[in-house]
């Protein structure tokens, strides 16, 4: 049974998100029909993480089984051909059998977006959080490495989660520098949150981008992020930030 | 009477274009509508550049009178809680009475994007025009300056066009360097055409990139497009490029 690990891009807005639901069109589910139409039989497929509804993906990874042969390119080919625009498998590979995109992940790297401007853009209002009041990016950036390191983030988990540990090692931790751009009148709104780790809680980057912000808006100093992972309490953390900033960017593998 | 001069951007896939029409929503037709509101009787507004169906802005100009006194910041907020988040007013200004945001643009530039991978990116497909076949760049890079200059672009104008005369002047055309970009995995897909000239005819810039692509894949060499030009022939130039690569990225005037 040939087993196929895939990379997948989508634009999550008009999804229910990455999980098969009642009620919504899911990138799991449209990916599992049209692998099924491929391969005559009904095929599941596993992807790395679950991302929630509006939450985008630019490189998601998914596994499945065919009974069929099929090389990669065919594969690549005859999905994206069922598919809607807003998910493109962006590319295939014939794996080991039983390799499983979420069990074996080492890491995954997650973005988040926020335009802090007056006026949210356009060409932004799915794919980025707007906050209009003024924020401290330099308090962020000095706040966002207190995240790294092997801690209990408990404080960060949403209520509805389901992990018997909220201990998880975060491997990076930062606001990325500036971009040098060229032309955009405003590129400087866009301040962007890159987190890598081994496992991500319920809503814990969109959390932990929430404090952020209110640290970012002078409601508590940057040495606050670190006493609230501490604390491990959620009410000392900032509010859920909204799903359209957040992209789920990679996930790493060993050597599959 | 105050006069205003207003900067708007706007995600245009789904207008009828900049220009009020039966039969579809425009972006004059609703700035028209909140700023009549806003005026109490109806207000017409003058673009500085007519886009089509699908074509973006992102610094399209526009200007107006009112009867009633306004603050421009008054005019930004007023205008954007009444207008779909895909038309922003990003700024506005008073002008002497009289301004006309058409007649008085001394240049204007315009951005085509091209995405040119085997998959669309998600994020692109409303953004760029995907041609998948593999392009010759720095052909494309070669050919795009001898469009700069005074000349008649009579080769490069779609029917309909309504001018008297097809003479322009080009500024600067030109095939912009590969971005240095932090970690999006195909970045080096995308392909960034930008032109600024004192006028352009109807679709000239959509045709001018689907000439840069036929030189691209190879059907013509660079030196075709400066024969494309001599000629006025609307037959020797390339197809017309789809719309939803093209923004107006800018509007230049004299000291107002």
């Given amino acids: 049974v040939p087993t196929f690990k895939i990379v997948v891009a989508y634009d999550g807005t008009d999804f229910v998100g990455w999980q098969r639901q009642a009620g919504g069109s899911s990138v799991q589910g449209l990916l599992e029909g049209a692998l099924s139409e491929l391969d005559g039989r009904a095929v599941a497929v596993v992807g790395a993480g679950r991302t929630d509804a509006g939450v985008h993906a630019l490189g998601q990874v998914a596994s499945f089984a065919l009974e069929r042969p099929a090389s990669p390119e065919t594969v690549v080919a005859a999905v994206n051909a069922r598919l809607p ?6 590319d295939a590979a014939e794996t080991p059998a039983g390799f499983h995109a979420r069990y074996q992940a080492r890491s995954k790297r997650y973005r988040y977006r926020i335009w802090n401007g007056p006026v949210m853009s356009p060409f932004e209002r799915c794919y980025a959080w707007h906050v209009s009041t003024p924020l401290d990016r330099r308090a962020m950036a000095a706040a966002a490495p207190a995240l790294g390191g092997r ?5 960060f988990q949403s209520a509805g989660g389901s992990t018997t ?3 998880r090692t ?4 930062s606001i990325e520098p500036m971009p040098a751009t060229a032309g955009s009148r405003d590129a400087s709104a866009l301040i962007v949150y890159d ?9 814990m980057v969109r959390t932990i981008v929430g404090t952020l912000v209110e640290i970012g808006r002078g409601r508590w ?3 606050h992020m670190a006493a609230v992972v501490a604390s491990r309490q959620r009410g000392d953390a ?6 359209e900033g957040l ?5 790493e593998y060993g050597d599959i």
Same sequence: chains 1, 2.
Avoid: E, K, N
Avoid at 170 to 173: G, H, I, T
Avoid at 238 to 243: D, E
Avoid at 247 to 251: A, C, G, I, N, Y
């Fill in 85 to 90: 625009s807003a998910i493109r498998v962006l």
């Fill in 165 to 167: 540990t909220t201990v």
């Fill in 221 to 223: 100093p940057p040495s």
């Fill in 238 to 243: 900032g509010p859920t930030a909204p799903p």
């Fill in 151 to 155: 801690h209990d983030f408990a404080a």
């Fill in 247 to 251: 992209f789920l960017v990679s996930v």
């Fill in 170 to 173: 975060v491997l990076s931790s």
């Fill in 195 to 203: 987190i890598v780790g081994d496992g991500f809680l319920r809503h």
